[in-house]
């Protein structure tokens, strides 16, 4: 690394510092009504939406009406994707007479971005028209990203409120992530992008004739709209099939620093809202910080894969699946802030990485994508290990386990594991059978351990609903479209439900104010066991797991 | 029944306002304010499109300056790289191939330390840029080819040195050359 590549990183990391408590206090009067900058330019909208759908945004709900609204209003989403890519041919809009999608696809696509994951087993820009990609899935990028903000503020209510059964509204809280904070963040983003190159209109594909007299199509679309939203929300799929790597949707370094930027933002700042609503943003910095010790630890471990001198190369430095305008360290920062954070986009084919560098993806999937996780999704994520923390830290010391001055007792304890197994169950068993079926196995683009990795990084991928891939693996069958369309579906909904159960159950309990004896939660202490909790339940649960793809992969490269 | 009904409509509105409204509110004001770039990067040369510049092409005559390798043959349907692991033998075989083929194309001497892009296939297999070392390794072979004589060499030289593109403002990504915008330049030197 030079001293240039180190500037690129202590700035990135300073802003994303500097920049949590702005978001994070403006994101805090956003959810909780209170007036803000945004109110008079689009207060108006937000008032006709709930005149449009008639509803009080004041009436709010228990958490079964809130999971009910929410599971309606993602079915409804799915049902509507999956109708126009089965029939994208006859819809308008469609410059390359790009075929209806097959049903399989369609499904596993419909889902992925129903879930906030963006697992791509198409190529965008040889399989969507530019309706579906627009109608379709540029809305659900936005509204995934909104329904996992309103599960937080769900459980965020849950603590902050005592001897209720009110969580919220579901469509109040959906509106005002939507307006507030997603859109426009995106409108200004995606122009700036432009102004950097990414491609924004409606024209067809242009044939040109190269230099050398081939001829070369080029594919075009409303991209940049895309891409904004794409990395604000944690989504992550790209319009095309390159995504972040092609010149199109990433053609700069600045692009590249602020798409970047953009991966961890909202998340980072949910942390600062987080601790801000419940009422100690000394406790949300708390959580900020466990976060980014994981991330720095797992970014160096990358870092120093991808710079030492390589068994097979040498001191050649491996720049297979990266591009020249990014060079390495911008290629490893994104590899692990895209795999820590549940967005999935890449400006790096993560295949063709070091096995270590690629085991850090992997590990970030795998630890349930709370490193700062998906919009709303990583901060819930993070309470359910909390939750399980100071139980266990409870029963070290033989005391009732007291989180925010609320009890935490055995349903508490019982939804955080099933939120925890849900997706761990996905990734095991969804990778043992694809390892030992011939429709697994024939998908694979390398042979023995790199190649479980592939098939190990998929399922970890859709159950985490990051997206990312190890993407020599050929998803696009029958087998992984459905499998990996399960896989999404319980690792989004599987945590979701739980989560808002304890929502619902830990808002009726009362308040106890803290004594001298209360576990605090916003300590060195708790950082550690924090820690210490997140990697030994990660760490038993997948172990054997990686050591048959990426850790045998390094010691046969090494020998 | 009722939760139903106003998950229709909200989907609806969503629709509405983030699939419609807000792309074409993103196109309208960049197409106003940064056309070329909104319609991407588009060279023409004699009315005719030649390319993006964004966009890498395939370059393999020895009149100039050869591109990087790419799994898709800088076909962009689909864009894509090659996604071989560290410890594929494929990918082993590829860059040694890569290697000698440079070599032996630019005639140079089997010791010389290739600039690593040029062995290894982008990610999107359309990587418009090489680096400075790259451009310069391929000089003399196409001096030669083009029989250029030392005046000419010398703008070339100069054409590369202006052409190389620093890290976006000193700190941001890679120092780069833009192959397509280069041998453009050459064929203006002839």
Same mark, same amino acid.
């Given at each position: 690394?030079?001293?240039?590549?180190?500037?690129?990183?202590?700035?990135?990391?300073?802003?994303?510092?500097?920049?949590?408590?702005?978001?994070?206090?403006?994101?805090?009067?956003?959810?909780?009504?209170?007036?803000?900058?945004?109110?008079?330019?689009?207060?108006?909208?937000?008032?006709?939406?709930?005149?449009?759908?008639?509803?009080?945004?004041?009436?709010?709900?228990?958490?079964?009406?809130?999971?009910?609204?929410?599971?309606?209003?993602?079915?409804?989403?799915?049902?509507?994707?999956?109708?126009?890519?089965?029939?994208?041919?006859?819809?308008?809009?469609?410059?390359?007479?790009?075929?209806?999608?097959?049903?399989?696809?369609?499904?596993?696509?419909?889902?992925?971005?129903?879930?906030?994951?963006?697992?791509?087993?198409?190529?965008?820009?040889?399989?969507?028209?530019?309706?579906?990609?627009?109608?379709?899935?540029?809305?659900?990028?936005?509204?995934?990203?909104?329904?996992?903000?309103?599960?937080?503020?769900?459980?965020?209510?849950?603590?902050?409120?005592?001897?209720?059964?009110?969580?919220?509204?579901?469509?109040?809280?959906?509106?005002?992530?939507?307006?507030?904070?997603?859109?426009?963040?995106?409108?200004?983003?995606?122009?700036?992008?432009?102004?950097?190159?990414?491609?924004?209109?409606?024209?067809?594909?242009?044939?040109?004739?190269?230099?050398?007299?081939?001829?070369?199509?080029?594919?075009?679309?409303?991209?940049?709209?895309?891409?904004?939203?794409?990395?604000?929300?944690?989504?992550?799929?790209?319009?095309?099939?390159?995504?972040?790597?092609?010149?199109?949707?990433?053609?700069?370094?600045?692009?590249?620093?602020?798409?970047?930027?953009?991966?961890?933002?909202?998340?980072?700042?949910?942390?600062?809202?987080?601790?801000?609503?419940?009422?100690?943003?000394?406790?949300?910095?708390?959580?900020?910080?466990?976060?980014?010790?994981?991330?720095?630890?797992?970014?160096?471990?990358?870092?120093?894969?991808?710079?030492?001198?390589?068994?097979?190369?040498?001191?050649?430095?491996?720049?297979?699946?990266?591009?020249?305008?990014?060079?390495?360290?911008?290629?490893?920062?994104?590899?692990?802030?895209?795999?820590?954070?549940?967005?999935?986009?890449?400006?790096?084919?993560?295949?063709?990485?070091?096995?270590?560098?690629?085991?850090?993806?992997?590990?970030?999937?795998?630890?349930?994508?709370?490193?700062?996780?998906?919009?709303?999704?990583?901060?819930?994520?993070?309470?359910?290990?909390?939750?399980?923390?100071?139980?266990?830290?409870?029963?070290?010391?033989?005391?009732?386990?007291?989180?925010?001055?609320?009890?935490?007792?055995?349903?508490?304890?019982?939804?955080?594991?099933?939120?925890?197994?849900?997706?761990?169950?996905?990734?095991?068993?969804?990778?043992?059978?694809?390892?030992?079926?011939?429709?697994?196995?024939?998908?694979?683009?390398?042979?023995?351990?790199?190649?479980?990795?592939?098939?190990?990084?998929?399922?970890?991928?859709?159950?985490?609903?990051?997206?990312?891939?190890?993407?020599?693996?050929?998803?696009?069958?029958?087998?992984?479209?459905?499998?990996?369309?399960?896989?999404?579906?319980?690792?989004?909904?599987?945590?979701?439900?739980?989560?808002?159960?304890?929502?619902?159950?830990?808002?009726?309990?009362?308040?106890?104010?803290?004594?001298?004896?209360?576990?605090?939660?916003?300590?060195?202490?708790?950082?550690?066991?924090?820690?210490?909790?997140?990697?030994?339940?990660?760490?038993?649960?997948?172990?054997?797991?990686?050591?048959?793809?990426?850790?045998?992969?390094?010691?046969?490269?090494?020998? | 029944?009722?939760?139903?009904?106003?998950?229709?409509?909200?989907?609806?509105?969503?629709?509405?306002?983030?699939?419609?409204?807000?792309?074409?509110?993103?196109?309208?004001?960049?197409?106003?304010?940064?056309?070329?770039?909104?319609?991407?990067?588009?060279?023409?040369?004699?009315?005719?499109?030649?390319?993006?510049?964004?966009?890498?092409?395939?370059?393999?005559?020895?009149?100039?300056?050869?591109?990087?390798?790419?799994?898709?043959?800088?076909?962009?349907?689909?864009?894509?790289?090659?996604?071989?692991?560290?410890?594929?033998?494929?990918?082993?075989?590829?860059?040694?191939?890569?290697?000698?083929?440079?070599?032996?194309?630019?005639?140079?001497?089997?010791?010389?330390?290739?600039?690593?892009?040029?062995?290894?296939?982008?990610?999107?297999?359309?990587?418009?840029?090489?680096?400075?070392? %790259?451009?310069? +390794?391929?000089? =003399?072979?196409?001096?030669? &080819?083009?029989?250029?004589?030392?005046?000419?060499?010398?703008? *070339? @030289?100069? %054409?590369?040195? +202006?052409?190389? =593109?620093?890290?976006?403002? &000193?700190?941001?990504?890679?120092?780069?050359?833009?192959?397509? *915008? @280069?041998?453009?330049?050459?064929?203006?030197? =002839?």
């Amino acid at each position: 690394m030079t001293a240039q590549d180190v500037i690129q990183v202590i700035l990135y990391f300073a802003l994303l510092i500097g920049l949590t408590p702005v978001l994070g206090n403006y994101m805090s009067q956003v959810f909780n009504g209170e007036r803000h900058f945004m109110l008079p330019i689009f207060g108006w909208l937000e008032r006709l939406i709930y005149k449009f759908i008639g509803v009080n945004p004041y009436e709010e709900m228990n958490w079964k009406s809130f999971a009910r609204g929410l599971l309606l209003f993602n079915l409804i989403g799915f049902v509507f994707l999956f109708i126009i890519q089965l029939t994208q041919g006859y819809l308008p809009m469609n410059p390359g007479h790009l075929p209806n999608v097959l049903w399989h696809s369609a499904f596993n696509t419909s889902v992925s971005f129903v879930t906030n994951t963006n697992w791509q087993g198409y190529a965008g820009e040889t399989t969507l028209s530019y309706f579906v990609q627009m109608v379709g899935l540029t809305v659900q990028n936005f509204v995934s990203a909104a329904t996992g903000i309103a599960v937080l503020l769900a459980i965020i209510r849950g603590f902050s409120r005592k001897t209720t059964d009110q969580l919220g509204n579901f469509w109040t809280d959906l509106t005002r992530s939507t307006l507030y904070v997603l859109l426009p963040l995106s409108i200004v983003f995606a122009i700036v992008l432009v102004s950097q190159g990414v491609v924004q209109n409606f024209k067809t594909y242009e044939t040109v004739q190269t230099l050398q007299g081939a001829q070369q199509i080029i594919p075009m679309g409303p991209a940049a709209s895309q891409i904004a939203i794409k990395q604000i929300g944690t989504n992550g799929g790209g319009f095309f099939n390159a995504n972040s790597a092609h010149p199109f949707e990433n053609p700069t370094p600045l692009s590249n620093f602020l798409e970047m930027l953009f991966i961890l933002l909202i998340p980072a700042a949910l942390t600062y809202t987080y601790g801000k609503m419940v009422g100690s943003t000394r406790h949300g910095w708390t959580i900020f910080s466990v976060m980014m010790i994981l991330l720095v630890t797992g970014l160096s471990i990358s870092l120093y894969a991808e710079y030492s001198t390589n068994p097979v190369f040498g001191n050649l430095p491996l720049m297979e699946g990266k591009e020249t305008r990014f060079g390495i360290t911008n290629s490893v920062l994104w590899s692990t802030f895209t795999s820590a954070a549940s967005n999935g986009s890449v400006n790096t084919m993560l295949d063709s990485l070091s096995p270590l560098a690629g085991m850090v993806a992997m590990i970030n999937l795998m630890l349930g994508e709370i490193i700062f996780g998906g919009v709303g999704a990583g901060m819930y994520g993070m309470v359910i290990f909390i939750i399980l923390t100071v139980f266990i830290a409870g029963l070290m010391v033989g005391r009732t386990p007291e989180y925010l001055g609320k009890k935490i007792e055995a349903f508490e304890v019982q939804m955080a594991i099933i939120a925890i197994l849900a997706p761990s169950f996905v990734i095991l068993l969804f990778t043992a059978w694809a390892s030992v079926s011939s429709a697994g196995l024939s998908g694979l683009n390398n042979s023995g351990a790199h190649g479980f990795s592939e098939i190990l990084y998929a399922y970890s991928s859709a159950a985490g609903n990051n997206g990312s891939a190890f993407a020599g693996l050929n998803a696009n069958t029958v087998f992984y479209n459905i499998t990996l369309g399960l896989g999404m579906l319980i690792g989004r909904f599987g945590v979701i439900l739980p989560v808002l159960a304890i929502a619902g159950n830990i808002a009726k309990k009362k308040i106890t104010p803290p004594s001298a004896g209360t576990f605090r939660t916003d300590n060195w202490l708790f950082i550690g066991l924090l820690i210490a909790v997140i990697l030994i339940v990660g760490g038993l649960t997948f172990f054997p797991a990686l050591s048959l793809g990426p850790i045998i992969e390094h010691l046969i490269m090494t020998n | 029944m009722k939760t139903l009904i106003i998950s229709l409509k909200i989907f609806l509105f969503f629709t509405v306002l983030t699939g419609i409204l807000y792309p074409l509110l993103v196109t309208g004001i960049t197409q106003l304010s940064f056309p070329a770039k909104a319609n991407g990067s588009l060279i023409m040369k004699d009315n005719k499109t030649i390319g993006s510049e964004l966009i890498g092409q395939q370059f393999d005559s020895t009149i100039y300056f050869s591109s990087r390798p790419s799994a898709i043959s800088y076909n962009p349907l689909p864009s894509g790289g090659s996604n071989y692991g560290l410890t594929n033998p494929k990918l082993k075989a590829l860059v040694a191939e890569c290697k000698k083929q440079f070599i032996d194309f630019n005639g140079l001497d089997s010791l010389t330390v290739i600039p690593s892009e040029m062995v290894f296939a982008s990610a999107s297999g359309l990587d418009p840029h090489i680096s400075l070392n %790259a451009a310069l +390794l391929q000089v =003399e072979r196409i001096i030669k &080819s083009r029989q250029f004589n030392e005046d000419k060499k010398q703008r *070339l @030289l100069q %054409a590369i040195a +202006l052409l190389t =593109e620093a890290p976006q403002f &000193s700190i941001l990504g890679e120092q780069r050359i833009n192959v397509l *915008l @280069l041998n453009l330049k050459l064929n203006e030197l =002839e």
